[in-house]
């Protein structure tokens, strides 16, 4: 069974251990989450809960009449963030369950997702490390990407080769995070070293029970 939390990256500090040493820390508020809606094989064709974070009012103007209904069919809060996430065993949990910072504890190893700080379009150079070409006064390619090596045949670009376009927003996963601290009262948590993106960021936390 997996636990699975959603919340927004604040930055990054550190803090100090009981030895003196140095931790550089990522503290992250998760949650609290609740569980708008349970799927299971026999109403949807797999097991599945999906969880709703940041709650909203009903006449915030980023929602849907659809997401609206979604729901007050539930009789629940909207929420701005829905996220769906693979069970085992839909029947353990209940809408409207309640998920907190309250369910992990300090030293366990978890998992964080989000996504990479988006840098626009950018060329080879930095996308893909690519060297630069002559600088002297003629040279018509100092950062330009050159020839894709085409020509009569085969007569097309191949695809997947390396060029300029848009860089970052991808998504990252880094495993074996360990929780350093735990504050129940404002739903942080203090994890050693640094995860996907910046400031502000929604991220998924889960957990391998």
């Keep these: 069974m997996s636990l699975n939390l959603l919340g927004n990256k604040i930055g990054m500090t550190q803090i100090f251990n009981k030895k003196g040493e140095i931790i ?52 629940l809060s909207p929420f701005r963030h829905l996220r769906e996430f693979h069970v085992e065993n839909p029947e353990n949990y209940t809408l409207g369950q309640k998920f907190t ?13 989000g996504l990479t700080i988006g840098k626009g379009n950018a060329g080879n150079i930095k996308q893909h490390n690519f060297s630069r070409g002559p ?3 003629g040279s018509k390619h100092k950062r330009l990407q050159g020839s894709l090596g085409s020509g009569t045949t085969p007569g ?4 997947g080769k390396r060029m300029p376009g848009r860089y970052g927003m991808e998504k990252r996963t880094v495993q074996g995070l360990e929780i350093v601290d735990i504050d129940m ?6 994890i050693k070293g640094c995860i996907p993106g910046k400031s502000g960021n929604l991220v998924t936390i889960t957990l391998k029970k």
Excluded: D, W
């Excluded at 097309?156 to 695809?159: G, V």
């Design 24 to 75: 550089p820390v990522t503290i992250i508020q998760g949650g609290p989450c609740f569980v708008t809606q349970i799927k299971s094989i026999k109403n949807c064709g797999y097991n599945a809960i999906q969880l709703g974070y940041r709650e909203l009012s009903s006449n915030s103007k980023s929602l849907t009449k659809p997401l609206l209904g979604h729901f007050l069919k539930k009789n």
């Design 185 to 190: 009262n404002q739903n942080l948590i203090a």
């Design 156 to 159: 097309r670009t191949f695809p």
């Design 101 to 113: 910072v309250e369910e992990l504890k300090i030293g366990e190893k978890i998992n964080i997702s």
């Design 135 to 137: 600088m002297g006064h």
